[in-house]
């Protein structure tokens, strides 16, 4: 399993209301006469996205296994027919915060009469946090995948962060680890009440990540005035490798800093944020090639009112980037993942091809996954039908609900109108 919870707790798996069955994990499906299908496969289609018109895709045991034009498609088992609609890859959300407990709508109406943000706020989720039940943090999560996944989103990562103690930090990624293998051990979010960052860094890289590892892939840090600096976020993500956690890094997000470049020295598969940027961070990114991804986060913008980020100065360069939601009760509660990428043309200079990209294989690429974000052969069948014929739409139509089916592992999860 790659993103969210069973298939039986996502609502209505029934028809689309276009013809033809939806097929079932038993037998081959076609969907046929897809107006536009982004496969992210050049080899497959027109420019970066591989824009196939008049498509076809097919498939089989939960993979994709072919995408061609419907006029060459093999038969199958079963089909569906797309009536001109748009097909694209499942969204890759690769950066949220899902496990917690507590509602922050007090902070953001103050934040929207003029008082700045200051990531204080994170210790009133960490006190909530560490009341609730298993139960009710597991109850609040499923209910956001749910909402993630009827807007799209097929693979998600999220990680701990809220609780600050050894026990809290090990059960928030017990409970997302039944949902999701893309876990983070983010026990380095900010310190602990009552304690230094160097008393508490110690915690995080001794009995903390003992804890924690065995149920986490990812180790981050929050590298920032107010958290951690450079020397100790260092040492937590060092910690966190050695025991085969791979390193992200969350930098400059409230100022420029040594974080983009520490993440970059350290082969982190991503740095997120990048709101403040210098040119030898932009140069750094640029140098990794696609090693150390920079994931944009516009919601939080949005939420914060802080200047976006510039994705047009990081693409010139030829950094590789994500978009991902940040979804959080403090600075960004948003799951849509249309929504940051209509943020993220209109707001940050991408175009809605580099956008969508950025949202699908740049969330692939920072979790450094290759069978998600794409269509093409072999991938994993996780793909959203849109009523539009264009992934333009999703820009061009900011706020209005155009999913109208979406397929996980090859089986319909959720199904609109």
Known sequence: MTSTDSTDSTGSTGSTGSTGSTGSSAGSLAITRIGTLVTNDPSLGAGPLGVLTDA??????GRVAWAGTTSKAPATDSHLDAAGRAVIPGFVDSHTHLLFDGDRAGEFAARMAGRPYTAGGIYATVAATRQASDARLAGRLTALLREALAQGTTT???KSGY????????????????????TTFLGAHVPAPGTTPEEYVETVT?????????????IDAFCERGAFGPG???????????????????????????????????????????????????????????RTVATLLPGCEFSTRSPYADARRLLDAGATVALATDCNPGSSFTSSMPFCLALAVREMGMTPDEALWAATAGGAAALRRRDVGRLAPGCRADLVLLDAPSHVHLAYRPGVPLVRQVFRGGLPVVSGA
């Open 56 to 61: 076809a895709l097919v498939i089989d045991g």
């Open 156 to 158: 998600v990562e999220t």
């Open 163 to 182: 609780g600050l103690t050894v026990a809290d930090e090990a059960r928030a990624l017990r409970v997302a680890r039944q949902h999701t293998e893309e």
């Open 206 to 218: 001794g009995p903390m990540l003992d804890a924690c590892a065995p149920h986490a892939r990812w």
């Open 232 to 290: 100790q976020a260092r040492a937590v993500l060092a910690a966190g490798a050695a025991r085969g956690l791979v390193p992200r890094l969350h930098a400059s997000q409230l100022g420029p800093g040594p974080g983009v470049r520490l993440a970059v020295e350290l082969g982190a598969a991503s740095v997120d944020h990048c709101t403040y940027l210098t040119d030898e961070d932009v140069d750094a990114l640029a140098q990794a090639r696609g």
